[in-house]
C-alpha cells in the first residue's frame, strides 16, 4: 500500500475509533442519560459500536494489506478486536430497543458484553506483547507501546464493568450501576487517548516519492 495511501488510512481509523470512545464516554454518564432519555442515549451507545466496528474492520484490513508475512500478533489483535466490536453491536442494539421500548428503563443503559469484552482483553494483550515483547514487560518510550498500553488499560477496565454488572450482588443496584458506569467510561476514556495518540503518525509516516 502506498505510504500516502498509508497515511489517510490511518487517520480515518484514528478519527473513527475517537468518535465511538466519545459516545461510550458520554453515554454512562447518568447526568447525560437523564437529560436525553433513554433513547438517545441507547442510540448513543449504538452509534458508538458501529464506529468502534468500521474502525477496527478497517485496521483489520490495513495490517492484512501491509504484512505479507505470516500472521504476526498485531494482525490477530485487530481481527479479535474486530470480532469483539461485532458482540457490542448487537448488545447495544438490544440496549437501544429497551430504551425506546421499555417504561422500567433504569440508568443502567448498557453493559460491555462478556464476550466482546474477552475480546477486547485478548486483542488488547496481543496488541502489547507485540510492541513489548512480554505482558509482564514495562511500555517502552515510544508512541507505539504508549498506544499499545493505554489500550490495554482501556480493555481492563471494560473487563472490569462487565464483571462488575454480573458479580456485585443483585441488593447492590446503585453500587452496581455506579461501578459499571463508572468503568465503561474509563475504559472509553483509554481508548479515546489512545485514538488521539495514534493520530501523529500520520505526520511521521514517510511521504511518497
Not at 448498557?110 to 496488541?127: E, H, N, T, V
Amino acid at each position: 500500500m502506498p505510504a500516502s495511501r498509508h497515511s489517510r488510512t490511518t487517520w480515518w481509523i484514528a478519527a473513527l475509533f475517537a468518535a465511538g470512545s466519545t459516545c461510550f464516554l458520554v453515554a454512562p454518564i447518568p447526568a447525560f442519560a437523564q437529560l436525553v432519555g433513554p433513547g438517545v442515549d441507547g442510540l448513543v451507545f449504538f452509534v458508538g459500536s458501529l464506529f468502534f466496528t468500521t474502525a477496527a474492520g478497517l485496521q483489520w484490513w490495513d495490517t492484512k494489506l501491509l504484512s505479507a508475512e505470516p500472521p504476526r500478533l498485531d494482525r490477530w489483535s485487530s481481527g479479535v478486536q474486530f470480532v469483539g466490536t461485532l458482540f457490542f453491536n448487537a448488545t447495544t442494539f438490544r440496549a437501544l430497543q429497551l430504551g425506546f421500548d421499555s417504561p422500567d428503563y433504569d440508568r443502567l443503559v448498557w453493559r460491555p458484553d462478556a464476550f466482546g469484552s474477552i475480546c477486547f482483553l485478548i486483542s488488547g494483550y496481543l496488541a502489547y506483547v507485540q510492541v513489548t515483547g512480554h505482558l509482564l514487560s514495562l511500555p517502552r518510550r515510544t508512541l507505539e507501546s504508549a498506544i499499545a498500553t493505554v489500550n490495554l488499560l482501556g480493555c481492563l477496565a471494560f473487563g472490569a464493568s462487565a464483571a462488575a454488572s454480573y458479580v456485585i450482588p443483585a441488593a447492590g443496584d446503585e453500587l452496581n450501576a455506579t461501578v459499571v458506569n463508572s468503568c465503561t467510561a474509563l475504559g472509553a476514556l483509554c481508548f479515546l487517548i489512545g485514538a488521539l495518540l495514534l493520530f501523529p503518525q500520520r505526520a511521521r509516516e514517510p511521504r511518497p516519492v
